[in-house]
């Protein structure tokens, strides 16, 4: 939550800055850095929607092989071992 809080801070900032201000800003860090920030793959982040999810599945479709018996058997074992130990 607190990251929420920090991206939400730091977009109002942005968000209300002059843009001589923020491009100063950015000079100033792209000088100390020694490197354009804005080149960074980090800098190009978009959200993630419900039908971009949904493009990217159906485009790879790759299925899992169902388990075997004995593959089931043993993964409702393990999972009863799981919940058995808490």
Do not use: C
């Not at 599945?57 to 999972?79: D, M, Y």
């Not at 009863?80 to 130990?85: G, I, K, R, T």
Request: proline share 2%.
């Amino acid at each position: 939550m607190r990251t929420f809080g920090i991206a939400v801070a730091t977009a109002f900032v942005a968000a209300t800055a002059d843009a001589t201000i923020w491009d100063t800003v950015l000079s100033s860090v792209n000088q100390y850095l020694d490197t354009d920030i804005t080149q960074h793959p980090a800098w190009d982040f978009h959200l993630t929607t419900r039908a971009d999810t949904n493009k990217i599945i159906a485009a790879n479709k790759r299925s899992v092989k169902p388990l075997t018996h004995i593959q089931r058997a043993r993964s409702i074992e393990a999972h009863h071992n799981l919940m058995a130990q808490r």
